[in-house]
């Protein structure tokens, strides 16, 4: 049996959408059979992000959402469930590379909740997992299509230009009940960190993660740059198909209820993403 560890860090303003994602889950959930899933699930509550008393939902509305929502979560082995209030987080950055350090398990998945899952997105990875013989690896599904044909690689559908903002994204759903699955080895290495990616334990340990980082980052470029030099092969999930869900978010409508202290955010995201460019420039000089 292989075992992976799950993380999903959420703002208030995600939790309509980290219930959405949650949900798709649990039914995906329905298919495995072999599979141990650990997961740490995080709602940042930093009170240095978040204005409180500007806001006119409060705190706990959140919190009651959050815990009611992870009642779902019953088909993960282990739940850490963290609600944080202070400064512990600025993002999901800080986690996502914590959370990697960890060790005793097979792999790491890193979760956004602003797609569209496949009911056999699970099935796909625990099937997949159980093919793979080499130690690093990276596996992802299938995306319907995004910007440009870089993505092709991991495209179910190649050449299909879309307007990913308007896109209806429900529009994959007829595509997975007509297809046949099967990998598709890559070394053209193409993914997005929380698109259902999963990530060997043997392969993040090569990652040279830095540890001043906070909030926002280029986690996922700086892995895939690290995949490309060391000679990865990334699977992709032929016929597991997922998209990112732009045009149904439901983040923006809390936006008028919840107050975000941008100006304090920004400098700090802005100061991880240049440690990362700086990083991934380095790479290939070496």
Not at 112 to 130: A, K, N, P
Not at 208 to 218: I, L, S, T
Not at 222 to 231: C, D, M, R, S, T
């Amino acid at each position: 049996m292989k075992k992976i560890h799950l993380t999903i860090h959420i703002f208030p303003k995600e939790i309509d959408d980290y219930e959405f994602t949650i949900n798709q889950l649990k039914v995906a959930s329905k298919f495995i059979t072999n599979l141990q899933i650990d997961a740490n699930v995080i709602l940042n509550l930093n009170d240095k992000i978040i204005d409180w008393d500007k806001s006119s939902l409060p705190k706990e509305y959140f919190v009651e959402r959050f815990k009611h929502t992870n009642t779902k979560l019953d088909w993960i082995t282990n739940l850490e469930e963290e609600i944080t209030y202070k400064q512990e987080y600025h993002g999901y950055l800080e986690k996502r590379i914590a959370n990697t350090r960890l060790e005793g398990y097979d792999a790491f998945w890193w979760q956004d909740v602003d797609l569209i899952l496949d009911d056999l997105i699970l099935y796909g990875l625990e099937s997949t997992l159980d093919t793979i013989t080499e130690p690093n690896y990276i596996i992802s599904p299938q995306i319907y299509k995004f910007w440009d044909a870089s993505w092709d690689v991991i495209s179910a559908v190649p050449n299909n230009n879309i307007d990913v903002d308007t896109f209806d994204s429900f529009n994959i759903k007829p595509l997975q009940y007509d297809r046949s699955i099967g990998l598709i080895p890559n070394k053209n290495i193409k993914f997005a960190g929380g698109w259902s990616t999963i990530l060997s334990n043997s392969f993040i340990k090569q990652v040279p993660f830095p540890d001043n980082v906070k909030g926002y980052g280029r986690e996922d470029t700086l892995a895939l740059e690290i995949g490309k030099k060391i000679n990865v092969t990334q699977y992709i999930m032929k016929g597991i198909i997922v998209q990112e869900n732009r045009k149904y978010l439901s983040n923006a409508l809390y936006n008028k209820f919840v107050h975000y202290n941008i100006d304090y955010l920004k400098p700090i995201n802005e100061q991880s993403l240049q440690t990362f460019y700086n990083l991934i420039n380095n790479i290939w000089k070496k």
